[in-house]
């Protein structure tokens, strides 16, 4: 199952799109979405358009109403789904060709991007933005400001998020402390970096691991009635 809460502009609704599918010989080959409009009284109900049965397998971006996830279709092909909060509409939307499955708000339009899984030695990163409802840009490439000071611990770089203002956060970790850099695509300059020496010795419980993002998304607490 996958839920994702976002807002209706248009009729100043708060919803909650939910996703199942069934899987067989490792295929999509049913899914369901079901919508939930927070309220008095409210209900599940089912989304009747017929859309290709497909698998969530990323986080949602909500930008002006629409709801855009990476997922798996039937045929084991990887699409950007939108969703329209409003409509309650799916659009399955093809890549361009060798494009990245990692998807981000990049100044304010949709896009996806990849990279090298050897970041530490290839600083290069792609990315494709989405123009029009279903057009992609031309490939841009942006080098990673990232000198060799800064990977000063063993390991490989990845990115492990990414804010609306077209920043990633560069991330590494080793055995005795970790590594976080962002980095400014539009502008491609480092903006800051830090090193966090390893908590968990000094933790009184057991834990595989410590990590917690917090990013550029702040929201302020509100009480539905329900």
Known sequence: MWNHFGYDPIQEEYKVISLTWEMAQERVVRSDHH??????????????????????????????????YGAWTGENTFVVVSFNMSSEKFNLIK?????????????????????SPHLASDLRLDLWVLEDVSQWSNKKTFVLPISNIDVIIPGELSVKGTSREGM??????TDYCSLHLICDLYTC?????????????RLPFETESLHTTYWDDFESIMYLEI
């Open 95 to 115: 890549l361009p060709l060798h494009a990245g499955t990692n998807l981000m708000n990049y100044r304010g339009k949709l896009a996806v991007f990849d990279y």
């Open 35 to 68: 919508v939930l409009v927070l309220g008095p009284g409210a209900s599940w109900r089912r989304v009747t358009q017929s859309v290709a049965p497909h698998r969530p397998c990323s986080q949602g971006i909500s930008m002006d109403g629409v709801l855009y």
């Open 168 to 173: 990633v956060m560069v991330f590494s970790k």
């Open 189 to 201: 300059k480092k903006i800051e970096g830090v090193i966090l020496s390893k908590l968990r010795e």
